[in-house]
């Protein structure tokens, strides 16, 4: 079965840090441009984070540059974002993507993990 399993959210502090693991199963993930989503209560769906199959194209939204990291481990089958310097607006559910065909912050990725959620409170 070809699977993405995001893990690693939980609860923390404004200014404190998560690193998000997203793995694959059933695929080879080196193959595949993954991305990061995430999706607030009330709030669409957004696009932060992409990443080609080399990792030499990235991209990230205005909101998370200089604080969020997204790199990737092939040998792994995983990709990560390191997510520093996190703020209450951070809080949401956050998701990985992967696509064969599309690379960007649009919806139009192939496959999808559950989810994992992020809160960051006091």
């Known amino acids: 079965q070809l699977q993405l399993v995001e893990s690693g959210g939980g609860l923390v502090r404004p200014g404190g840090s998560l690193r998000l693991s997203c793995a694959a199963s059933g695929f080879t993930l080196e193959n595949y441009v993954v991305a990061w989503f995430r999706q607030a209560p009330g709030k669409e769906r957004e696009g932060i984070s992409y990443i080609n199959f080399s990792g030499r194209k990235i991209s990230y939204v205005d909101s998370v540059k200089g604080r969020f990291t997204i790199s990737r481990d092939n040998a792994k089958n995983t990709v990560y974002l390191q997510m520093n310097s996190l703020k209450p607006e951070d809080t949401a559910n956050y998701y990985c993507?992967?696509?064969?065909?599309?690379?960007?912050?649009?919806?139009?990725?192939?496959?999808w993990g559950q989810g994992t959620q992020v809160t960051v409170s006091s």
């Open positions: 993507a992967a696509s064969k065909s599309y690379y960007g912050l649009g919806d139009l990725y192939d496959y």
